[in-house]
T-cell receptor, first 109, second 116 residues
Framework: TQLLEQSPQFLSIQEGENLTVYCNSS?????LQWYRQEPGEGPVLLVT?????EVKKLKRLTFQFGDARKDSSLHITAAQPGDTGLYLC?????????FGKGTRLHILP | GAVVSQHPSWVICKSGTSVKIECRSL??????MFWYRQFPKQSLMLMAT?????????EQGVEKDKFLINHASLTLSTLTVTSAHPEDSSFYIC????????????FGPGTRLTVT
């Protein structure tokens, strides 16, 4: 059974600080996606990483796929209150997509 | 970008009644759609995978007779909660899988079901 562990589960930091969210597995994924969900809404796809070692940037968000395609990280620089939300990673493997339990991020103004 | 709609966005019903939730992909055809349930402050729980023209595949522990899924076209999947009970109250979210690419999912805005 493929599992995705996300850490931390909760994170509350001050505006302007940097943070990193991790997504780890013992399984290899063909690709990995990151989603962000705001309360009362469906998740929104942020990025897909495919190649081991790949780094993608989306403004202040930097996503990295591990060399072995088993893990990924999301780094946010100078966090803003608008970054508050539930961040979900999802790995694609064995013809199935698996979601992590999410990291609930709260940015304090 | 890909857009998925859900209807209704919220519904209140009485115990014992049935509720139908629709999920539509508005600008692409989706062979595969997914239905999730989400409890407050928790992650998504996959209920079933819906493939156009065939029976849905339900996750372990999800009652197929209670949560009826129909995927009659490439742009529409429906979830019917039959004989609803208060414990069925939840946030239900559908997603449609982009046919090309890396299995990215585009989510609907969700439906909040409250059973009284």
């Amino acid at each position: 059974t493929q599992l995705l562990e996300q850490s931390p589960q909760f994170l509350s930091i001050q505006e302007g600080e940097n943070l990193t969210v991790y997504c780890n597995s013992s399984s290899v994924f063909s690709s990995l996606q990151w989603y962000r969900q705001e309360p009362g809404e469906g998740p929104v796809l942020l990025v897909t990483v495919v190649t081991g070692g790949e780094v993608k940037k989306l403004k202040r968000l930097t996503f990295q796929f591990g060399d072995a395609r088993k893990d990924s990280s999301l780094h946010i620089t100078a966090a803003q209150p608008g970054d508050t939300g539930l961040y979900l990673c999802a790995g694609v493997g064995d013809d199935k997509i698996i979601f992590g339990k999410g990291t609930r991020l709260h940015i304090l103004p | 970008g890909a857009v998925v709609s859900q209807h209704p966005s919220w519904v209140i019903c009485k115990s014992g009644t049935s509720v139908k939730i629709e999920c539509r992909s508005l600008d692409f055809q989706a062979t595969t759609m997914f239905w999730y349930r989400q409890f407050p402050k928790q992650s998504l729980m996959l209920m079933a995978t819906s493939n156009e023209g065939s029976k849905a595949t339900y996750e372990q522990g999800v009652e197929k007779d209670k949560f009826l899924i129909n995927h009659a076209s490439l742009t529409l999947s429906t979830l019917t909660v039959t004989s609803a009970h208060p414990e069925d109250s939840s946030f239900y979210i559908c997603s449609a899988e982009m046919p090309q690419g890396f299995y990215e999912q585009y989510f609907g805005p969700g439906t909040r079901l409250t059973v009284t």
